[in-house]
């Protein structure tokens, strides 16, 4: 299986040695996905988004699969985009198209028919918070930073700014968002940008736990959750109502409430 998400990419494919993710089944129902460009600090570039959409699209095809969790290789989860890659952008369709891409990535780790865990093992910066904040819950290190720091380039985190707010509100995010300052692990959790946070060389371990608690659940009760909790509050109220009344004639729902009569 790891082989073959690997090798998905768009296109033809990237050549093995251009492989941006690393993924394995290493607990039941578990998956851990590996961001792998340490010596760029994890910085995404276009074929690292391709990639990341084909592993989301493929882990969340595998009914083996019911969680993974996301973090990076090296000291660093992600530095965010790969500044490099901005100079081969020559004008407003690019960008357009370039934009289109960043949020397709990112909306396959916020849509995917599994749970996403973080695992933040050091900084998370301009894009790296951004996927941060689409995974569904994250544990850091105690080491770990966070940062938008797009304003020093002149841009901003067009999806954090959609997504910040819900998880953090309004004035963290502009704080965020307009000094470009970074926070330490213990203010995100305080903040609530992250859930948890343990010493650096237990990070992966307990986003690994996390997951397979949410593994062990039924995997439709987690994937309606998952789209209620990623949709507008508008849109949440005859959502939220339509998929409960679908999940209480489940078979999973009806055996636990026969589980719980027998008792």
Known sequence: MADD??????????APSERRLRVDVVRPGVALVVMDRAHKRNAMDPAFFRQLIAVMGALGADPAVRACVLTGAGPAFSA??????FAELRGPEDHRRQLALVFDAFRSVERAELAVV??????????GLELVLACDLAVAA???RFAFREVAVGLMPAFGMLRAPLRIGEGWTRHLVLTG??????TAERIGLVQRVVPGDQ?????????????AHPP???AMAKQIATMGVQQRDPAAREATAVLFGTPEHRAAVERFLAR
């Open 5 to 14: 998400l690997q090798d998905e990419g768009g296109g033809s494919g990237p």
């Open 203 to 215: 990070v992966v371990g307990a986003a690994l736990d996390v997951a397979e608690r949410i593994a």
């Open 142 to 144: 105690e080491g770990a």
């Open 181 to 186: 300052d970074d926070v330490d692990a213990a």
């Open 220 to 222: 439709m009760a987690v």
């Open 80 to 85: 965010g985009g790969d500044i490099a890659s």
């Open 118 to 127: 973080a695992a933040v093992n050091g900084l998370a910066y301009a894009g």
